[in-house]
């Protein structure tokens, strides 16, 4: 009976929620030397104000902002290497990403430059800076929209499943079960 | 009332993470093999229940259950919601590895002090039960609240803000861990009364 009454409960929780809880997490992404980044509660609610802390490889803090209304944030650096970024969302809780370093793009360049002097001869009034700088618009607005399906999947990723509390569950009493196992074989020997 | 990795400085995880041990010893040893199936039972309530979530006013914060724990295993809560936790910071990254010992200690040292003052209300009538639990059930919720305050202290230096904030946030909380307590102690009075020990 007793078992019966505990397992309803459970199932009234599964169904009645879902699951969610207090975890953070921060996602972000670079986009030339700007940072742009959004951090968010594991039901996917924005993180509102919260305190982003920005460390380089060495641990070195070397900036500070704060999310907005939307939990986005976003900032300008130089630093190429691996950056750190720490979100202290307060009561214990906390969201840490690990941005890779960005990587030099020139070599792709160097290749193309005997196409791009006949086409300079041609166009003078172009030159490389300007393309890149065009090349880069096209391609942000592109992208824009994988990004937000890549944070849309993210924060999917970060919910809970069923599968993932059927499972716990699961461990938990087969943990019981090992730990009743040993301790009988210890009271028969 | 997870707290994550890398907020906590060392010390407070290693005494957390001793004191924890204490009481795990203590419960692993308490246990009677007859009690595992209650102690699983509860393991698996306590994981649930930190899913459940109650909105309260712009946050919300999600029941615990440690009280109930307590209240029905005494010392053996320690190693049932360790149990749980372990579980919890591995599939749904709450809290976290390091800081078992001080989420553990935290969530299970209230259930088993209250177990032992308000044991004796249990055992009486029917309405003294039910007011044993919910006292249990409630109060169990709010002393974890001031034990995670207490290990915050280095990390938010206020101790009365983190404190109150934290106060505030779960007293509905207590209140309806608290009710469930009292019924889930009257239910078992009357239909299995060993299983209240």
Not at chain 1, 106 to 122: A, D, N
Not at chain 2, 92 to 111: D, I, K, R, Y
Request: glycine share 10%.
């Amino acid at each position: 009976m007793k078992k019966i009454f505990f397992f309803t409960l459970i199932f009234l929780f599964v169904y009645n929620t879902i699951a969610e809880a207090h975890k953070v997490s921060a996602y972000a992404y670079r986009e030339g030397d700007k940072v742009i980044g959004e951090c968010y509660f594991v039901d996917g609610s924005p993180c509102k104000n919260s305190v982003v802390e920005v460390y380089d490889s060495k641990g070195k803090k070397i900036l500070q902002t704060t999310t907005d209304e939307k939990g986005k944030f976003n900032f300008k650096t130089q630093e190429t290497g691996e950056l750190k970024i720490v979100i202290p969302a307060g009561e214990g809780h906390r969201a840490e990403y690990t941005l890779e370093s960005a990587k030099s793009e020139k070599k792709e360049v160097k290749k193309q430059e005997p196409i791009k002097e006949v086409e300079k001869k041609q166009t003078p009034s172009v030159n490389s800076e300007e393309i890149k700088q065009i090349i880069d618009e096209a391609m942000d607005a592109k992208l824009q929209g994988i990004r937000n399906e890549i944070m849309d999947l993210r924060k999917k990723m970060d919910k809970i499943n069923i599968r993932d509390i059927i499972g716990g569950i699961g461990y938990i009493f087969g943990v019981w079960g090992l730990i009743m196992l040993i301790k009988r074989r210890k009271n028969a020997s | 009332m997870h707290i994550s990795e890398g907020v906590l400085s060392a010390p407070v995880l290693l005494a957390g993470a001793v004191l924890s041990l204490v009481g795990l010893t203590l419960g692993l040893k308490k246990i009677k093999n007859e009690d595992i199936p209650k102690v699983a039972v509860l393991s698996s309530a306590f994981f649930v229940a930190s899913l459940i979530h109650i909105p309260i006013g712009p946050t919300s914060a999600h029941l615990v259950l440690n009280g109930l724990v307590g209240m029905l295993l005494g010392w053996s809560a320690f190693p049932s919601i360790f149990v749980s936790l372990v579980l919890q910071a591995i599939l749904f990254q709450f809290g976290g590895l390091t800081t078992l010992g001080v989420n553990t200690f935290s969530m299970a040292m209230p259930g088993v002090l209250f177990y032992y003052i308000f044991r004796k209300m249990i055992h009486k009538g029917k309405n003294a039960a039910f007011i044993g639990g919910f006292l249990g059930g409630a109060l169990a919720i709010l002393l974890g609240t001031i034990f995670i305050s207490v290990s915050l202290i280095e990390t938010e230096k206020s101790f009365t803000g983190v404190a109150a904030t934290l106060l505030t946030m779960h007293l509905p909380i207590a209140f309806i861990e608290g009710i469930i307590t009292g019924f889930v102690v009257i239910y078992l009075k009357k239909v299995k009364p060993e299983a209240l020990g």
